[in-house]
């Protein structure tokens, strides 16, 4: 313990630091997926906004698919597939968001599709009947009554994103990762546990953190009348 | 709901021959099916009128409906609203100009109460102050004092309740035409009772052209003008008032369908004040047993207090009374209840106008002049 808080207090500024990076990795990643899937979805589950040509049927189908494909995606092991983006686009961070990307898009785009599927027949019949064309259906009645879900999905999206960001270690990727990988290739080293010990408490913060953001966020976002 | 205007809804009184919505040709056959939904039909709805579609499940009522606004595309012929030919125009600003309103309500959860009701003028581009004193008139309306009730969400109200908010949202816009899905289907019998009466209150007030679906005959024969019976296959079978429904169904099937109750149920379409109602003297208004006329004891403001005389009754039965804005059905009701085989009729004072015996309903009731409801 005693050594741990020294550890601490002799490399607080890489610490603050690679918290830092991990807090904006995450959140840079989770949001790009969580715009790619939330794009993606309220395209497919709006008429006008999609090919004439695409029935019903064909935007079901074309959301089925993306759904299987990112979770294909998210089976991949990450040190796998941040092994296969370092050939591609070399070391460093535009290599760790693409890889953390990848492994978002699931969560959101799962929950996107079920809130997005959930709003009640009744409740998009009536907006028809009075005369909101697709889109206005969509922004106005969908999208809001959708919200609370979506936002539960990019929550996921974000626990798991800290966690998968430790391996971006491996391409050289910012954040708590590089204590973690360092300390493990020397275990039993001086210093070692402390790296380990550093970084897993840095992840812990970090989700912590977000933890708060979200309570504070979805307060903020959530509609009166369907808040529980 | 508040007291009802003076002027009496057009369709009853002025043009009821202008037709506000009609139907030409129109039939609707789904994709890869091979008989059609609803057959060629022709409907027209008076204006002012409230016409009930009414039938089994999967006749083609609730298809109809949803043709007028184009919800569902026909697949021949011509909707024609207020003279002017919709097949083909945008179908979203049409619906801004009709009222929607169906059984599930469908509320948006998210919004309150106002903000509900104010969902089409907003659309329509209605400035601030418009839609805040549209929103209140429509509240107060529908019986729901606004300044309780504009401020909530859907789920804090009752199914009655969000039913009305589901009316002054139809509303809103001021349409001159309203499609209504059994919008009072999924609400318990005693609330509903409530909401069709005063449903008809306000109907005298509003004065819209109403088309209602439903599948219960005893709404559609209490609220509606006329009714159009469909049949399997999506067919109209007959279209006419109620009484000429149950009174002379234009086929079997018809027939079958009013059933077994149609001559208890055309009762209720009876109203008192069309009756030639058998006169009652009233005590010490003149000389003896009046004439043979049965007499009433009256209190001093002249209400009847008890039978002094009825002619071929030795003991005079217990009083019982019936207002004359009642129907038969009203006054068979007290009689049954008060075992008794005769009714007092009176009038908004209480004052006596006449006496129906129960011998003359399974006889001839004999009716003054045309029905005027």
């Given amino acids: ?228 | 709901m508040s007291e009802p205007t003076e002027s009496p809804p057009a369709g009853r009184s002025g043009q009821p021959d202008r037709p506000m919505i009609a139907l030409e040709g129109v039939s609707k056959t789904y994709p890869k099916q091979q008989r059609p939904a609803v057959a060629t039909l022709d409907l027209e709805v008076p204006e002012g009128a409230i016409v009930m579609l009414i039938g089994p499940s999967g006749c083609g009522k609730t298809t109809t409906l949803k043709m007028m606004n184009r919800l569902i595309e026909p697949t021949t012929g011509r909707i024609v609203l207020d003279g002017e030919d919709v097949t083909a125009v945008n179908a979203d600003q049409l619906r801004r100009r009709i009222g929607y309103v169906i059984q599930q309500v469908g509320l948006f959860p998210h919004l309150n109460v106002a903000d509900n009701v104010a969902v089409v003028p907003k659309m329509l581009g209605w400035d601030r102050n418009r839609i805040t004193a549209r929103v209140e008139e429509l509240l107060y309306l529908v019986g729901l004092e606004p300044k309780d009730f504009r401020d909530r969400y859907p789920r804090q109200l009752s199914g009655g309740q969000q039913q009305r908010v589901g009316v002054a949202r139809g509303l809103a816009a001021d349409p001159p035409v309203m499609l209504m899905d059994e919008p009072f289907g999924a609400i318990d019998p005693i609330t509903r009772d409530r909401l069709q009466d005063e449903f008809l209150v306000l109907q005298q007030q509003i004065a819209k052209t109403i088309c209602f679906v439903t599948h219960d005959l005893d709404e559609a024969v209490k609220l509606g003008d006329r009714i159009a019976v469909f049949g399997p296959g999506g067919q109209l079978r007959q279209y006419d008032t109620p009484d000429e429904v149950l009174t002379n169904p234009a086929d079997d099937y018809v027939a079958e369908f009013v059933g077994s109750g149609a001559a208890v149920r055309r009762l209720s379409l009876l109203e008192l004040s069309r009756l030639e109602l058998d006169q009652v003297a009233v005590a010490g208004g003149g000389p003896g047993p009046a004439n043979g006329h049965p007499v009433l004891v009256v209190d001093d403001s002249g209400r009847p207090t008890a039978w002094q005389h009825l002619p071929g009754l030795a003991e005079p039965p217990p009083l019982v009374t019936v207002p004359l804005s009642g129907t038969v059905y009203d006054a068979v009701d007290v009689m049954l209840d008060g075992r008794t085989p005769v009714v007092a009729v009176v009038d908004d004072d209480r004052q006596p106008r006449g006496l129906l015996r129960w011998d003359a309903l399974v006889g001839d009731l004999r009716t003054k002049g045309r029905r005027t409801r």
Avoid: K
């Fill in chain 1, 1 to 228: 313990m005693q050594s741990l808080l020294e550890f601490l207090s002799n490399n607080w500024s890489e610490v603050q630091f690679a918290a830092q990076a991990h807090f904006l990795l995450v959140l840079y990643s989770v949001g790009i997926a969580s715009v790619i899937s939330i794009a993606a979805a309220m395209l497919l589950h709006t008429s006008q906004l999609t090919p004439r040509s695409w029935s019903r049927a064909v935007r079901a189908n074309s959301r089925e698919t993306l759904l299987l494909m990112s979770s294909a995606a998210l089976t991949i092991p990450s040190l796998a597939l941040f092994g296969l983006l370092q050939p591609l686009l070399g070391l460093g961070v535009v290599t760790s968001i693409v890889g953390l990307t990848i492994y978002g898009i699931y969560p959101v785009l799962r929950n996107t599709v079920a809130g997005l599927s959930a709003v009640e027949p009744a409740v998009l019949e009536a907006a028809r009947g009075m005369g909101m064309g697709p889109l206005r259906r969509m922004v106005r009645v969908q999208f809001p009554l959708a919200w609370p879900v979506i936002l539960s999905g990019v929550r996921v999206a974000v626990l798991i994103m800290i966690s998968i960001a430790v391996v971006a270690a491996i391409v050289d990727g910012p954040g708590f990762g590089q204590f973690l990988l360092d300390g493990l290739v020397r275990l039993g080293g001086a210093g070692s546990l402390e790296q380990v010990l550093t970084g897993t408490f840095g992840c812990l913060v970090v989700a912590a953190a977000y933890e708060v953001i979200f309570v504070l966020v979805r307060r903020v976002t959530t509609p009166r009348g369907i808040r529980v």
